[in-house]
């Protein structure tokens, strides 16, 4: 290993090493907005804050959030997620189909899955890391959007209702 690389390798675990000792970790969900199209597929995009440490494992690609939340999703869902952009604060992720509209006499209804961030936090409990952050997956605005633009917005909720809605 030439000695550049080592210096890389050793100046990057002193740094970890440091983070880790310098006290309890964060991952914030500051908001969620959920964007459904007319046919039901649904934009949703998470920005959230990483502490330093989480920081310093997405620079070097330790951890992938994107990725991270696609398998979650893909693991528990039937549906197909892709990943429409990921950066180091925020993930957007396209779920096709997530509502499935119904024409009624009235016009048609949108109506969401509830959503519940326990388990979520309750997943994240299990990785060999979680001792060493704080987790708070409670949206800090979660904003629901239709189609139509009518938009419903919950605060600092674990759980998200179902909501419905008819154009």
């Known amino acids: 290993m030439a000695n550049r690389t080592k210096r890389i390798v050793i100046v990057s675990l002193i740094m970890a090493a440091a983070l880790l000792v310098s006290g309890a970790s964060a991952i914030t969900i500051n908001s969620l907005d959920l964007d459904i ?23 070097v690609k330790l ?15 039937d549906q197909e997620v892709e990943v429409l952009d990921a950066t180091s604060s925020s993930t957007t992720l396209l779920v096709p189909e997530y509502i499935k509209p119904e024409s009624t006499s009235k016009g048609t209804t949108y109506t969401t899955p509830s959503l519940d961030f326990s388990q979520a936090e309750d997943i994240l409990k299990e990785y060999w890391f979680a001792s060493l952050i704080t987790i ?14 009518y938009s419903e917005s919950f605060t600092n909720s674990i759980q998200i209702p179902s909501v419905t809605h008819t154009i």
């Open 136 to 149: 708070d997956l409670s949206p800090g605005i979660t904003t629901i959007t239709f189609p139509d633009g």
């Open 37 to 59: 199209a007319e046919n039901g597929d649904t934009t949703l995009n998470f920005d959230y804050s990483l502490s330093a440490l989480e920081s310093f494992a997405v620079f």
């Open 63 to 77: 951890a992938d959030p994107a990725a991270e939340l696609q398998n979650a999703i893909d693991q528990r869902t």
